[in-house]
């Protein structure tokens, strides 16, 4: 099976905070190919990955990174993919530093930065599947369930809310 998604990470010791990610993605049918690849690290192989993407079939590129987290924007000189970061919220900054050096690209190489912590790593998926969802109608259908079956559980917990605040009045 060709993965239209590749997740990258600077360390194996982002991974347990990527799993959201990877199984949201998972969740809509899509098993991407997850890689631990550093742009500081393993500068080579992380160039050459984000090359030859394409051609692979990749159609969109996840890239975790923490402290100065170059990961994403080396990968986005390297491809005219997608390129999302997601900055990881490691100590001592909580993910500040990883979230400026995503976000702050130069003009002429994109990355569209997710948060960093809490919703990053699924919102990466999800914001993937929207993308490959542009010109697959059956994606953008589950994308659309999901979104109905988001609402339908927040209206339950909401009616629940009343109903508890009204037994209390
Ligand atoms: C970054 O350095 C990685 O993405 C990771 O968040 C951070 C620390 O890596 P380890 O020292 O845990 O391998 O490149």
């Known amino acids: ?24 993605l998972r969740d809509f049918g899509v098993e991407p190919v997850v890689r631990v690849l550093s742009a500081h690290r393993t500068p080579d192989e992380a160039c050459a990955f984000a090359s030859g993407a394409r051609a692979a079939g990749i159609r969109v ?33 909580g993910g500040l530093d990883a979230l400026l050096a995503t976000v702050q690209m130069p003009p002429g190489v994109p990355v569209a930065s997710l948060a960093a912590g809490g919703g990053g790593p699924i919102n990466a998926a999800l914001q993937a599947l929207r993308i490959l969802g542009v010109a697959d109608e059956a994606m953008a259908a589950k994308l659309e369930d999901f979104r109905a079956d988001q609402r339908a559980k927040v209206l339950a917990k909401d009616a629940k809310l009343q109903q508890k605040l009204a037994g209390e009045a």
């Open 1 to 24: 099976m060709t993965s239209t998604v590749a997740i990258l990470m600077g360390s194996d010791s982002d991974f347990p905070r990527l799993e959201p990610c990877v199984r949201t």
């Open 61 to 93: 590129m996840i890239c975790a990174a923490g402290g100065a987290a170059h990961l994403a924007g080396v990968v986005a000189a390297h491809t005219t993919l997608p390129v999302l970061g997601i900055p990881m919220d490691n100590p001592p900054m």
